[in-house]
């Protein structure tokens, strides 16, 4: 008990450090935005004289270690300041904001547990067989999806085809409980990562639990089937899956700004991309202030879970289907994106904006370009960019990893990891707005903005698997014989992980085609009528009732890309892992 008070002492130590940073990190991404709110509160043709009245009006004429000061102590009692262009208390806004945010939260976590439950469970009791390999593929694929992709196409089968749900929350306020319809598309596509995920832990908790020693001892005392499952075995597969629970708040909330943009919801997410436009330093700072702390605490949380029911590793289960399902999905995509631009030909004169004719197969775009010429154009730079990015992870992460991994010096590791894990604490959408707002990327910029907030958790899984190797009695035995770091960095423990990092790396892809293909939709990184799949979801929406065409298809080739590659880790990672035969229960 006195071990666990201490462990519990030194988290909640180390939690309020990284709260500590979160708010300093806030506070000097925000001071870096371009301009103020006083350039854009005095208008297109701002005159220096009002602007220097207004500065000193809102008091941006002062230093910024004075303004941190007051921010901070106004923090430590509740106030988070006042909007710097409507003069209305910060925490108004996010009462505001607050209810429709926590009313979509709410509802996805309380569908998410028993749904990702019971589709775990259900895999798990028919290892092997039809359900399971279709439970697995499905929550493997939809799993890499964009919410912004996944949104569009539900929207043009269950609001425009088939006229079942409105398309979007407009006309509803801030009262969503009482028109429940206009909650039910931004549920399912907040729903679709967070449920994919728990469902393939309880699955595999379930496996390894089932095929235990003890469950073996329990049959032969002749306890009942159902009582092994779920009396003994489900509580032991959902701690993993409860670890994995709390971490969904970076999903959520990385979500909700996608979900709020897409289905025009007032909540906290459409404020905190306001108020980035705005230059409204102080809401952004409450907004980010309030999603890091809530990771921080959410995190805390998963760790205790963690040290306290210590979850087995992994196991191994039967194949999804090979290489097959996946390859066969993103065939299509990954051709166009990398054949599409020899195959475009010259470009076609413009034509009306959202036309359906003979001379356009596919239609015509927001500015009257050719659907079918965008296309073709639009998806080398969502591969491009995502493999840079994640060259570039790894560039950063290996030897960060290693080096934590090998060292005897804990000094060392706190200060190579610690920074670290304050970025792991702001989520990584919020992050990837504020530094874009702050720096405007082009395209290398935001290849180097995702692996940014790549970087943590690699390094941390890097990290982790060198620690086993470098634990090994070989590695002290090559010290000994005075072998330099780099022969056991490179030529013994970085050659131990290559399957791990393999598998990361496959993995690490699909995520990171995640993150460009929704930065992009935000307009990060790309101009707003750029050739690129992302760019054309979200500039076309206007015209997705007359001319369907120019967001389907775009959204349809993200998802293939996304799904395909994540079914081909998935196959590649269990070829390579021989199958634990066990006895059904």
Known sequence: MNALRSWIARRLLLGVLQTAAVVLLVFGLTEALPGDAAVAFAGDQPDPQRIAAVREAMGLDRPAHERLTDWVVGLLHGDFGTSLTSGRPVAGFLADGFGPTLLLATLTVLVLVPVSVGLGVLAARHEGRLTDRLISSATLGVYAVPEFALGVLLVSVFALRLGWLPPTAVGYGTDLLAHPAALVLPVLVLLARPVCSLARLVRAGMIDALAAPWTAHARRYGIPGARIRYGHALPNALAPATQQLARTIDWLLCGVIVVEALYVIPGLGTVLMNAVADRDIPVVQGLAVVFGVAT?????????????????????????????PGAAVVAVPLGIALAGPLLVGEPTARAASFTLDAGHRLGTDFVGRDVVQQVLLGGRPVVLVALAATVLVYLVALPIGLACALTHR????????????????????????????????????????VAFVSVPDATRIVRAAAAEA????????????????????????????????????????????????????????????????????????????????????????????????????????????????????
């Open 410 to 449: 804990r000094w060392l590791e706190e200060v190579l990891m610690r920074p670290l894990d304050v970025l792991l604490a702001v989520p990584s959408l919020l992050m990837i707005l504020l530094v874009a707002a702050a720096f405007p990327p082009g395209k290398a910029g935001l290849a180097l903005l």
């Open 296 to 324: 921080v605490l959410l995190n805390l949380g998963a760790d205790l879970v963690t040290h306290r029911l210590a979850p087995r590793s992994g196991p191994r289960h039967e194949a999804t289907g090979g290489y097959g």
């Open 470 to 585: 470098a634990s090994r009695p070989a590695v002290e035995a090559l010290r000994m014989q005075g072998e330099s770091w780099w022969r056991l960095a490179v030529g013994y423990v970085g050659r131990s992980i290559l399957r791990t990092l393999a598998a990361d790396a496959g993995i690490r892809l699909t995520g990171v085609l995640y993150l460009v293909a929704t930065a992009a939709f935000l307009g990060i990184g790309v101009a707003p009528d750029a050739a690129d799949w992302a760019v054309m979801v979200d500039r076309n929406r206007t015209g997705l009732i007359v001319q369907p065409w120019a967001v389907v298809v775009p959204a349809l080739l993200i998802v293939a890309l996304t799904m395909g590659g994540n079914l081909l880790v998935d196959a590649a990672m269990e070829r390579r892992t021989p199958v634990r035969k066990g006895r059904r229960t």
